[in-house]
């Protein structure tokens, strides 16, 4: 069990984990387009209730206040966003770094999808629905583009070789 204060993260061995979790932007591993991509399908069907996946209230930890002593259970509400969390790493349970860089990669693509420099690489459903599709390139840079030191993908750098893979697509050999 890990116990989290205010002073820091403390693992089960007593170890305190605060000084790895800051800054560690190029620590997050790049992960492949398929796994991207499989990770975000996960994503959306476990937000859309659509799926044998576990509901986030079961959930809990425990914060400890160093000053008082006085330990708080906090569980995670059912939120379409903590649904698509757990399930993706329930999906990565045996590689948990992998679920975690997953998890990263998704939310920074989402954090981007709205950028007009976005637009040109989404295309509309055409069955009304709300979804929208984007270019594989765009899958390929989110899972490739390393994160900066603020944890997150660089967005001049990000649209840059978006642009760059679209105009140059790679070439097969056959």
Not at 23 to 43: C, D, K, Q, T, Y
Not at 114 to 119: E, F, I, L, P
Not at 145 to 164: C, H, S, T, W
Request: net charge negative; hydrophobic share 40%; with cysteine.
């Amino acid at each position: 069990m890990a116990t989290i204060s205010k002073t820091g993260v403390r693992a089960g061995d007593g170890i305190s984990r605060r000084g790895l979790i800051l800054n560690l932007g190029h620590m997050i591993p790049r992960v492949s387009a398929e796994e991207l991509n499989f990770a975000m399908g996960v994503a959306c069907a476990a937000a859309a209730l659509r799926g044998p996946y576990p509901t986030p209230s079961k959930n809990e930890f425990t914060i400890l206040d160093d000053g008082t002593g006085q330990l708080t259970t906090y569980r995670f509400g059912d939120s379409a966003a903590a649904r698509a969390g757990f399930a993706v790493m329930e999906q990565f349970k045996e590689q948990p770094g992998k679920g975690d860089a997953l998890l990263m990669r998704w939310v920074e693509l989402t954090r981007l999808i709205d950028d007009q420099r976005m637009q040109p690489y989404l295309r509309n459903a055409s069955d009304g629905s709300d979804a929208v599709y984007v270019r594989p390139e765009v899958i390929e840079i989110a899972a490739e583009l390393p994160f900066d030191r603020d944890m997150g993908f660089n967005a001049q750098e990000f649209f840059g070789q978006l642009k760059v893979r679209v105009a140059n697509p790679p070439t097969t050999q056959g």
